[in-house]
């Protein structure tokens, strides 16, 4: 399937939700790319996988911002990576640091730069510590076994949107408690 066919299944998919992610995180080694940045060099000239570009492609195009959350010993290879697969310029925040980092420290460092609140954050990663970590934060999280693909795409936006309705019904029965509580002490 071409980029251009990805892209289009991907803004169909958006298309079936009503409530969408301001902000979409990836993780880059084997979600994004299907290799250790460390386990190559500089000179290499690295691939996605399949799906990969042309979801990113549509978040772009819908509006959504993205970014990386990635812990890596040698950042300076997969930025030389991003920038060989001219996706350098598409994301609004790139946390790639060394791996004695958690996520968490990616998020914190992502919310300060983007403003966006964890819960309005979708992230795709492909280790279940990473997504356990950032779901405490109220990050919706995603695990991806052979990288990001339509699949995980569309599960990914379905649990975001289910996580966004439950956080709305709590709030409104937070704001209904609070009334009552008001109107008894009127009383």
Not at 100 to 108: G, I
Request: with cysteine.
């Amino acid at each position: 399937m071409g980029d251009d066919r990805v892209k289009n299944e991907a803004m169909e998919i958006m298309g079936m939700f009503q409530v969408l992610p301001r902000l979409v995180v990836f993780d880059l080694d084997h979600t994004l790319w299907p290799f250790y940045c460390e386990c190559l060099s500089n000179r290499d000239m690295p691939s996605l996988y399949p799906h990969a570009k042309g979801i990113l492609y549509a978040l772009k195009d819908k509006g959504i911002d993205i970014a990386i959350a990635s812990r890596s010993p040698t950042s300076d290879i997969a930025n030389t990576f991003l920038e060989k697969l001219g996706l350098k310029s598409l994301f609004v925040a790139q946390e790639i640091f060394s791996s004695w980092t958690h996520k968490t420290d990616h998020f914190q460092k992502i919310k300060q730069k983007t403003g966006v609140p964890y819960t309005e954050m979708l992230f795709f990663d492909d280790e279940d510590r990473n997504i356990n970590a950032v779901s405490k934060l109220g990050v919706t999280s995603i695990l991806v076994d052979d990288g990001v693909n339509l699949e995980a795409f569309r599960q990914g936006l379905s649990k975001f949107s289910q996580n966004r309705s439950s956080l709305e019904r709590n709030k409104q029965r937070w704001r209904n408690f609070s009334q009552k509580s008001s109107s008894s002490q009127e009383l």
